[in-house]
């Protein structure tokens, strides 16, 4: 670990660095996975076109598929699906026999917008721990996704709108595509409808949706379902006048009193990332010898496998911050892209 992030010596590669480099192999297109002005990238094939959109036009990417090896100066570097958002992938790494394995974000649930994670065998593997806190344990997807479904639907019987917030990259796709268009109008935050086309290129399918902000679609409202971006300012969307009920999907909202909680009048438990089960099956399933733990709930999970008797070290990201003061419930969380990152 440098002060740029993860760096391979002999390979002469950082993997998902947070200064410019000379190479970096990003694992996805989150923004606190990318670093602007590097002077070459090498991404997952299905992710490179999301990795230009949110780096440069003129950024020099490299595409490489799903288990095809790649020499760097001796090293040997393949990417394997990560089952987080489009394009996500982990960094295998070989030399003379060893092997590494960093993850980047993953999650082991099937994700119909993106390619199912895989377990990739190896010896040392650096595992993310946004959500390695035992609290951590998702709802099956399907009857969250009813939940949120009722919930438009007691709306719509009140006479209110419902906003829907979610991440723009990864959840709100996800969402998006399992959403029901019967049950009304679907309408989108245009960051989100912009991320979607990527997705789109790639082979995944949306129901139809309208645009809000266009006057003549008003009388969608007070049925529809929005798709909202927390990140952005599109709060209340004329002219809603305080008619709509609000909701956020996120693994956060599993925490008693989270500040995130407190702002919506409803949350759902819907992560793009391992809860903490996944996390200790993605462990098991690779066969590591050591483990190394980054992003997240850092010095409890390694606490944890040490305590297990397993061979486990933080790894700690220039990007994590500082650890947290005192409560088991607090995570280290990263910087600006930590909110669409973290979920």
């Known amino acids: 670990m440098t002060s740029a992030g993860s760096y391979c010596e002999l390979g002469g590669f950082h993997v998902d660095p947070c200064q410019p480099v000379a190479r970096a192999v990003i694992t996805h297109a989150h923004a606190d996975h990318i670093t602007r002005g590097c002077r070459q990238y ?143 109008p679907i309408a989108v935050h245009r960051d989100v409808t912009e991320n979607c086309a990527f997705y789109e290129q790639q082979g995944v399918t949306f129901p139809e949706t309208f645009d809000p902000h266009r006057m003549e679609n008003a009388k969608h409202w007070p049925r529809a379902l929005y798709i909202v971006s927390p990140s952005s300012r599109w709060r209340q969307p004329f002219p809603f006048h305080g008619n709509y009920a609000t909701a956020f999907v996120s693994g956060w909202m599993l925490l008693p009193d989270g500040p995130e909680k407190r702002r919506v009048d409803t949350g759902f438990a819907l992560s793009d990332h391992a809860d903490y089960a996944e996390i200790h099956q993605a462990i098991r399933e690779s066969g590591a010898e050591r483990i190394g733990v980054m992003h997240g709930y850092i010095d409890p999970l390694v606490a944890e496998l040490q305590a297990a008797g397993k061979d486990a070290f933080s790894f700690r990201s220039p990007r994590c911050g500082k650890p947290p003061a005192s409560g088991p419930l607090a995570p280290v969380r990263g910087g600006e892209g930590e909110g669409e990152g973290a979920d």
């Open 42 to 184: 090498l991404t997952a094939t299905p992710g490179v076109e999301l990795l230009r959109s949110r780096s440069s036009p003129n950024a020099v990417i490299q595409p490489l598929d799903y288990g095809v090896g790649l020499d760097l100066a001796g090293v040997r570097v393949s990417l394997h699906p990560a089952g987080h958002i489009l394009g996500s992938a982990q960094v295998r790494i070989e030399h003379r026999g060893e092997v590494w394995v960093m993850t980047g974000d993953y999650k082991t649930t099937p994700d119909p917008t993106c390619t199912a994670f895989e377990p990739v065998p190896c010896q040392t593997l650096i595992t993310e721990s946004t959500f390695g806190n035992p609290v951590f344990q998702w709802p099956d997807a399907t009857v969250v996704m009813a939940s949120i479904h009722d919930w438009w639907r007691a709306n719509q019987q009140r006479g209110v709108a419902s906003l829907l917030y979610a991440y723009a990259l990864g959840k709100a796709q996800r969402l998006l595509h399992a959403l029901d268009p019967d049950v009304g």
